[in-house]
């Protein structure tokens, strides 16, 4: 069973940066496409990024392009997500999934809050 742990999150301030993991436990992170995404209060889920086995499939949000480059570690079954130019529109809830999530997949996430 694959378990997924998100970390890196915090308090930052506007145009700040945080870099945030996800690491694979139990499997290996070898899917295809693997992705983050974020929730904010009130707001449905959405993708922010994904990024495909090849590294050469990468898909962004309109609203991080730019912003947050997503990469992936096979090897050590790592995905990152780095971001910068923080807004407080991306203050959420940041989890990993693969690209269809699945349900069983969902991890506790990392809160990202940005504010002055």
């Known amino acids: 069973q694959l378990l997924l742990e998100e970390s890196g999150g915090g308090l930052v301030q506007p145009g700040g940066s945080l870099r945030l993991s996800c690491a694979a436990s139990g499997a290996g992170l070898d899917y295809d496409l693997i992705g983050w995404f974020r929730q904010a209060p009130g707001k449905e889920r959405e993708r922010v990024a994904s990024?495909?086995?090849?590294?050469?499939?990468?898909v962004y949000a309109d609203s991080v392009k730019g912003r947050f480059p997503i990469s992936r570690d096979s090897a050590q079954n790592m995905l990152s997500l780095q971001m910068n130019t923080l807004k407080p529109e991306d203050t959420a809830i940041y989890y990993c999934n693969t690209v269809p999530a699945r349900n069983e997949y969902w991890g506790q996430g990392t809160q990202v809050t940005v504010s002055s």
């Open positions: 990024i495909d086995w090849t590294k050469r499939d990468i």
